[in-house]
């Protein structure tokens, strides 16, 4: 059987996680938490996942300062943001720095996200 790409989400909505875990189970193992520090941990025992995506507005963390400490120790990751509000300018000033590759927008679009994750 073909390894499936290990994909990591995290959002803080339980609706979102399930609905990403449906979308995207099939062609990819999707591994998903509901906090920057469930993100860390998952992370921390899945060396192999290759992307990660992050809500924005999360309690205690942010998706951003997730990203940070995820990127820090793991900086071959490919991270992406997905919010349903307007860029802001720290998440322009994050794309400016490549800490994200792309912030895709809410409600998701599922060719667009299975087209990245596949990359």
Request: aromatic letters at 10%.
């Amino acid at each position: 059987m073909l390894n499936k790409k290990k994909i990591l989400y995290i959002d803080d909505e339980k609706i979102n996680v399930q609905l990403f875990q449906i979308n995207f189970s099939r062609n990819f193992e999707v591994f998903i938490g509901c906090s920057g520090k469930d993100g860390l941990l998952l992370l921390d025992n899945n060396l192999d996942i290759e992307v990660v995506v992050s809500d924005m507005k999360m309690p205690e963390m942010n998706g951003l300062e997730f990203i940070e400490l995820a990127k820090e120790k793991y900086p071959d990751k490919r991270y992406y943001m997905l919010t349903g509000f307007d860029i802001t300018d720290e998440i322009q000033d994050a794309l400016n720095n490549n800490l994200i590759l792309k912030c895709l927008k809410k409600p998701f679009n599922l060719n667009e996200i299975e087209k990245i994750l596949n990359e």
